[in-house]
C-alpha cells in the first residue's frame, strides 16, 4: 500500500540496455541492505504527519510497519532487470488487496494514498544516494529509470484507490439487518456448514477460520451499551469481529487469530462500562454457538453494573452454580446454615469475615489486615461462624463448601470485599 505494491521494474525499453541491467543489479542489493532504515524513516514520517498511521504504528500493532516493510521492500525487488511480468500482476492484486483491508479499518484514503507515495519518494531517494556513493558517476541511468519507477507508483496508488473504493462500497451495501441474520446464523450452530461460513466471511470481511473469540455485553441499567463501538476499535488494532444484539446483550465473533487473549481482554477493558464475558478461544465457526453459550454464562455470573471483563476460565465455579440454580440454593442453605438467617448487619459481617479468612489461607492475622480490623476481632467472628453454621475452618471440606456457599451469595467476588466495622 505504500510503496509500488503493484511492481515498480523499469520499462522495458530501459532495462534491455546492458548498462542499465548491470547498475540495478548492482543496486538493488544494496538497497536491501538499507530496508530496515528505509523502513524506519517511513514510520517516523507517518506517526508525525498522519493521524491515522500514528494510532497504528504506536498501538502496539506490528503489522502496520510490517506491510511498510514488505511494500518497500516489493518496490526494491521489482528494480530489477529480469522480474517476470507476473511478479507485478500479483503484487498489483496485493495494493488493491492493502487498499480494502485500510478501508475496513477505517484510515482515510488521502492519508492511504500519501503514505503509499511516500514509499514511492523514500525508495527514490535511497536510489539517488545509493548513485552518488564512491564518486559514480550513475546520474545518467538513473534518470532513465526514475521515469519507470515513478510511473510504477502512480499504478500502485491506483490500484490502492481501487481497492478502497471496492471496500467500501461492499461495506455500503451490508445493512445491519443482514449482519445480523448472518451473526445470528454463527451463534445458532451454522458455522458447521461450509457453504455458510464461506458466504458470511467473504459478506462481513471477517475471517472465520482459526482462531475466534465470542464476547458477550450486556446492556447498563439505562440500556446504553456496555461496550464502545467495539468494532472499530478493535479494526484500528488490526483485529477484525462482527457485532450484533442479542437478549438485550452486545454480541461478538472476534478473529483472534495469533493474537494472545490477554490482548484482547485488554483492549476490551478499555471499552467496557459493564460486565463483559469472553468465552476461550476456539479453532474455527464451527465451534462458535459452543463459544457464545460460554460468554454468556461468563457474563451472567459477573456483578451486576461493574465494568470489568472476565472468560469463562475465571469463572467456571460461578458458572456450575449459577446453571444449577436449586443445587445452588441447597449448597447455600445446608452449608451456612443459620448464619443465614442472622439479622442482616451481623450476616454481612460474618460473610464478609468468613471471605476474608478463606482468601487468607485460614490465617487470622492475615484476615484481620484484609479487613482493616484486630486479629482478636476475626478470632472472636471465626468462633461465632463455626457455631452457628457447625462447620470448622480447619476441615478441607468445609472451607471447600463455604467458598462454593460463599459465591453462591456473591461474598466471594475478588476485588468486590468491603472493609468492615472492628467490631465483635
Not at 503489522?63 to 518497500?72: F, K, Q, Y
Not at 451486576?304 to 445452588?328: F, H, K, M, Q
Not at 460473610?351 to 486479629?375: I, M, V
Amino acid at each position: 500500500m505504500q510503496t509500488a505494491a503493484s511492481g515498480s521494474g523499469p520499462e522495458a525499453g530501459v532495462e534491455e540496455r546492458p548498462d542499465v541491467r548491470r547498475w540495478l543489479a548492482g543496486l538493488v542489493p544494496s538497497l536491501l541492505e538499507r530496508l530496515d532504515a528505509m523502513t524506519d524513516r517511513m514510520a517516523g514520517i507517518l506517526v508525525e504527519t498522519e493521524p491515522a498511521y500514528r494510532a497504528a504504528l504506536t498501538g502496539g500493532d506490528p503489522r502496520v510497519r510490517a506491510t511498510l516493510r514488505r511494500n518497500i521492500e516489493v518496490s526494491i525487488r521489482g528494480l530489477l532487470p529480469d522480474v517476470p511480468a507476473t511478479y507485478h500482476q500479483t503484487h498489483a492484486e496485493g495494493a488493491r488487496a492493502v487498499g480494502s483491508q485500510r478501508a475496513a479499518q477505517g484510515f482515510p484514503l488521502e492519508a492511504v494514498l500519501r503514505a503509499y507515495r511516500l514509499g514511492g519518494q523514500i525508495t527514490w531517494e535511497a536510489l539517488v544516494a545509493l548513485s552518488r556513493e564512491g564518486d559514480r558517476q550513475d546520474d545518467a541511468l538513473l534518470l532513465e529509470v526514475a521515469g519507470s519507477l515513478w510511473r510504477t507508483n502512480d499504478r500502485g496508488c491506483s490500484a490502492v484507490a481501487e481497492g478502497y473504493r471496492a471496500e467500501e462500497r461492499r461495506r455500503a451495501g451490508l445493512g445491519e439487518a443482514e449482519r445480523q441474520r448472518l451473526l445470528d446464523g454463527l451463534l445458532d450452530g451454522r458455522g458447521g456448514d461450509p457453504a455458510f461460513v464461506r458466504a458470511a466471511g467473504e459478506a462481513l470481511a471477517v475471517p472465520l477460520r482459526g482462531r475466534l473469540v465470542v464476547v458477550v455485553a450486556p446492556a447498563r441499567d439505562d440500556g446504553t451499551p456496555a461496550l464502545a463501538d467495539p468494532a472499530a476499535a478493535l479494526l484500528k488494532r488490526g483485529t477484525r469481529s462482527v457485532w450484533g444484539v442479542r437478549a438485550q446483550a452486545q454480541v461478538g465473533v472476534v478473529t483472534l487469530g495469533a493474537r494472545r487473549l490477554p490482548e484482547l481482554l485488554a483492549w476490551l477493558g478499555a471499552l467496557a462500562g459493564g460486565p463483559v464475558g469472553v468465552s476461550a478461544a476456539v479453532e474455527d465457526a464451527a465451534a462458535v454457538a459452543g463459544a457464545y453459550r460460554l460468554a454468556e454464562t461468563a457474563a451472567r455470573t459477573l456483578p451486576a453494573g461493574v465494568a470489568r471483563v472476565a472468560t469463562i476460565d475465571e469463572r467456571l465455579p460461578e458458572a456450575l452454580l449459577s446453571e444449577s440454580p436449586e443445587i445452588a440454593d441447597r449448597l447455600v442453605g445446608q452449608t451456612l446454615g443459620r448464619l443465614i438467617e442472622l439479622p442482616e448487619d451481623e450476616r454481612e459481617v460474618l460473610l464478609e469475615t468468613l471471605s476474608a479468612l478463606l482468601d487468607a489461607d485460614g490465617s487470622p492475622t492475615r484476615a484481620a489486615d484484609l479487613l482493616y480490623c484486630h486479629r482478636n476481632t476475626v478470632m472472636h467472628r471465626l468462633r461465632r461462624i463455626e457455631s452457628v453454621t457447625g462447620r470448622k475452618l480447619t476441615d478441607p471440606r468445609s472451607r471447600l463448601l463455604w467458598q462454593l456457599a460463599l459465591l453462591g451469595t456473591g461474598h466471594h467476588d475478588a476485588g468486590q470485599r468491603r472493609p468492615v466495622r472492628d467490631s465483635a
